[in-house]
């Protein structure tokens, strides 16, 4: 028996996953038994208007750089806000060539955020680790973190300790250096 050609379906490629949403991220944490609280806000773009924003809510508060290497490595530098990060230093304490900021579109393709947004609770959507974490030392002294929950609409507190068992659950062992330190600062 023969088969004809119109018969067949059309082959089609898969989709790539969509990204993880914030109603996504926060049912992994409590699926992963992380303890963690969201507030929510209006978007916030600048430390300068998070710092209005938050008035005394406890814990360390991180900047995100998504950064790209000259031979294409990918880098996401998390520090404490007021740290002070030399882009021309760190390629020597990373083992990186030179960095400069990655564009919007491979943000969105390998984290799943856009710009203003970018958080380690993106990789989560990194799941080729294509990504190098660079945590900066001073920031995991702080008992709690905050972070953007793939949203700069919302952020969410969560334990240090809860924080790392995340990255590694990513499937990320981050590197933890003290970024001001090696960049001379």
């Not at 990655?102 to 943000?107: F, G, K, N, Q």
Request: with cysteine; aromatic share 6%.
């Amino acid at each position: 028996m023969t088969q004809s050609l119109n018969s067949c379906a059309p082959i089609e490629s898969p989709k790539p996953p969509m990204p993880l949403t914030k109603s996504d991220l926060l049912t992994l944490l409590a699926d992963l038994g992380l303890q963690a609280s969201t507030i929510e806000h209006p978007p916030l773009h600048t430390v300068e208007e998070a710092q209005s924003w938050r008035g005394t809510l406890p814990g360390g508060f991180c900047k995100n750089l998504f950064l790209k290497d000259k031979r294409g490595e990918l880098w996401l530098i998390v520090t404490l806000e007021n740290r002070k990060i030399r882009l021309n230093q760190l390629p020597k304490a990373l083992g990186s060539a030179r960095l400069s900021f990655a564009s919007a579109d491979l943000m969105w393709e390998v984290l799943g955020v856009r710009p203003g947004s970018v958080t380690p609770f993106a990789l989560a959507n990194d799941t080729d680790q294509r990504c190098h974490l660079v945590l900066d030392a001073p920031m995991l002294d702080f008992s709690t973190l905050n972070y953007h929950p793939l949203t700069n609409e919302a952020t969410t507190t969560i334990s240090t300790q809860d924080f790392l068992k995340f990255v590694h659950h990513c499937g990320h062992e981050p590197l933890i250096i003290d970024l001001e330190a090696a960049a001379g600062v």
